[in-house]
């Protein structure tokens, strides 16, 4: 391992209540080795303000497991195939892993296949 690890983070993206723009989103990720692992959340209720109206929708909330260095191609492959104008991308830092999670995604991600 080396100094990556130390740049694993979790971008949080919600999506429309379909499965199918989550999967569809999912898959992409996944085909474009951007993740190893994309977690669907169902049932997450979102309220917001949108042009001054207070919303409330349920959507699916994605956990895309990734690397620093590859966040501005997840967020532009995400956008690519997002449905909403202005889609919720959020990367948070990982600060702490398994060892054996950490070595699965070092492993999985195309960063490493040279």
Same mark, same amino acid.
């Given at each position: 391992?080396?100094?990556?690890?130390?740049? !694993?983070?979790?971008?949080? %993206?919600?999506?429309?209540?379909?499965?199918?723009?989550?999967?569809?989103?999912?898959?992409?990720? =996944?085909?474009?080795? =951007?993740?190893? %692992?994309?977690?669907? !959340?169902?049932?997450?209720? #979102?309220?917001?303000?949108?042009?001054?109206? !207070?919303?409330?929708?349920?959507?699916?909330?994605? !956990?895309?497991?990734?690397?620093? %260095?590859? $966040? #501005?191609?997840?967020?532009?492959?995400?956008? $690519?195939?997002?449905?909403?104008?202005?889609?919720? &991308?959020?990367?948070?830092?990982?600060?702490?892993? +398994?060892?054996?999670? &950490?070595?699965?995604?070092?492993? +999985? =991600? $195309? =960063?490493?296949?040279?």
């Amino acid at each position: 391992m080396n100094k990556l690890d130390d740049e !694993l983070i979790i971008i949080l %993206c919600t999506v429309p209540n379909d499965k199918d723009t989550g999967i569809r989103i999912a898959k992409k990720l =996944l085909e474009e080795n =951007l993740t190893p %692992c994309v977690t669907m !959340l169902n049932n997450a209720t #979102s309220l917001y303000y949108w042009e001054n109206e !207070l919303k409330q929708k349920h959507e699916i909330q994605l !956990l895309i497991k990734s690397y620093k %260095c590859l $966040k #501005s191609s997840v967020f532009e492959t995400i956008r $690519k195939y997002h449905p909403y104008l202005n889609p919720e &991308l959020i990367a948070i830092p990982i600060v702490g892993i +398994s060892h054996e999670y &950490l070595t699965w995604i070092y492993n +999985s =991600l $195309k =960063l490493y296949k040279n």
